[in-house]
């Protein structure tokens, strides 16, 4: 769901999810959900955007 539209969009399996304009969005599953990360370093699920929109470098 992107969150300045409300817009919610459907994710199936082989689909690709990518976001650009640092849109704020929420992800959610109903059922198991199995994703594949390409950030470098991976995100941890602890990560949160600094003001600027960008992140703190993960902590040791």
Not at 1 to 26: S, V
Not at 36 to 58: L, M, N, W
Request: aromatic share 6%; proline share 8%; with cysteine.
């Amino acid at each position: 769901e992107t969150l300045a539209d409300g817009k919610i969009w459907p994710i199936k399996p082989g689909d690709i999810y990518i976001l650009n304009q640092h849109d704020e969005h929420l992800l959610r599953a109903s059922k198991t959900m199995h994703l594949a990360c390409v950030f470098t370093p991976p995100i941890t699920g602890k990560e949160v955007h600094r003001e600027d929109g960008s992140y703190a470098p993960a902590e040791e």
